[in-house]
DNA sequence: GCCGTTTTCGGCCCGACTGTTTTCAGTCG
């Protein structure tokens, strides 16, 4: 699939022609282009080659001939032409917060600033400030962008955004002058990687509630403080802005404020379309401004002719048009799940005893727990050799004995080796309730041979899921190159199931890559990974990692009881 | 660069805040 390459060309020429000083609207259609094609469901090169892209909204006869070259060779001279008119490290210097690229194209004109490090030497030496526009502040702030984009590569991990947002609500909640609050942006719609975090309130007493808020213990550092909004850096150096409004105006500033931006984009023109005009305040009549709704969201997509959009779905990957159909799925929700089914126990490297991991996830509510450590080649993770498995499958067996009214399912996390082969004899892999299988060495092979590895594995009578199938870690490794319309096809075709991992650096599956794959009929099992006891709380970023995928629960193994459950899987 | 039950040309989502200005451009979400 070359999709992803034609988005990361055509999002990369408009940051060039947004430089270029080239008008927004042109380099906006080339960003709409990308993010469509980036989440479309079909292979790129089939739709260019069946000369269907201008069916494509957003594809006009001028994107069309660029795609197709870019399909057609893997490159696009019209970019290469770019490239070489404008340095790589004016791309580089836009993530710079408060810098746009009217700023970066004034920095290299005058003073022939072209990398980051430049940049730097010139605001220390008080060079900025000579030009039209710039001044000490202006070079100030560029310092302190530079060290947070340094600091936190721009994006933090959903589970570290989630504590702090959820910290600063319960700190907010409370403050008696706001009437009603919420986290907004990329967290409340759980994207797996969080830029900073939104929070709206609404009161009447907007001064009051700012001056508090920005007294929150963790606060480091005060951006901006205006009459209705305000940024702050905490100590872990993520950004948190509040905005206040009126409560009539909450819920158009809730749905304003969640986002996405492309979501907002088709909100707005939608609204347009129908008469009104949709802002942060609420929608209005065209023209004469008068109030219709805003207080809450359901009465906004109401208004606007459509069923409810969970923050989740707010991607512009198709929500609007299926809501106007009323045909959204109804998405798993928070307590769906019965039991986790990848969980690591202190035979390999996990750190609890099978027994303390049983009773908390009783405690915590679950029917059952598939207890998968790691199996023998494993030697880092401690992997358990046959034998040993034996005796761990019989202390499960006693220990079933011993609680009441909840199962422990013995599992293993097993190796796929580099030949598709399991890790352990069939002998062995027959004596589990059931098997999840893994790659966790020889990263390195080609994109065929790895999709062949996964195949191998999908195909094993044994095998009932594969475990965080692109073993990718977040701003650490790669995804596999892996030919996923095919183990999608051939996971369905076998039956066997695709986890959705729920660790805050996998999440693997991700969101699009769930969506393609219900698609094509493929079911899953949602894991946490879990080696300490409250690492079992992740499973929520799991399941919305489900929820942005567009899951319902009866595509999900683990939602189902353990009566159900155990027919399933043949126990 | 895209698009059309108001348009094949002239629109294209909208507002707050900052830092630089002295009425506003740039940036951000």
Redo the contacts with the bound molecule.
Sequence with gaps: MKNQLVASILYQIADLLDLKGE?F??TR??RM?AQTIEVLNEDIEIVSNENRLQEI????????KKIFEIVKTGDLEYFEKLKKEIPKGLLDMLNI????????SALYKNLKIKTIDELRKACIDGKL?EL???????ER?ILRGIQLLKKTSGRALLNLASEDGINYIKYLEKNKKIDRLSIA?SLRRWKETI??I?IIASSDFPDEVIEYFIKYKDVQQVL??????TSVVLYDDLQV?LRVVKDESFGAALQY?T?S?EH??KM??TA?KKGY????YGLFKKGTDKYIVGKSEEDIYKKLGLSYIEPELRENRGEIEVAFKNKLPKLVKFNDIRGDLHVHSDWSDGFEKIESIAKYSKKIGYEYVGITDHSQSLKVARGLSEEKVLKKINEIDKLNKKIEDFKILSGTECDIKADGSLDYSEKILKKFDYVCAGIHTMFKMNSDDLTRRIIKAIENKYVTFIAHPTCRLIRTREPFELDMEKIYDKAKENNTYLEINSFPDRLDLNDIQSKTAKERGVKFIIGTDAHILNQLSFIKYGIATARRGWLSKKNILNTHSLKELEKIIGL
Excluded at 57 to 64: E, V
Excluded at 97 to 104: E, T
Excluded at 132 to 138: A, L, M, N, S
Excluded at 277 to 280: A, D, G, P, S, V
């Design positions: 008008i609207f042109k259609a080339y282009a909204p957003g594809i006009g006869d001028a994107l069309a917060s408060g810098l746009g690229p009217k700023k970066v400030r039209d526009g710039f001044g000490e502040i202006t702030n942006g830029g900073d939104d901006l403080k205006g009459s209705t909004k802005d404020f986002g931006k907002n984009v707005r023109s347009i005009k949709l802002n942060e």
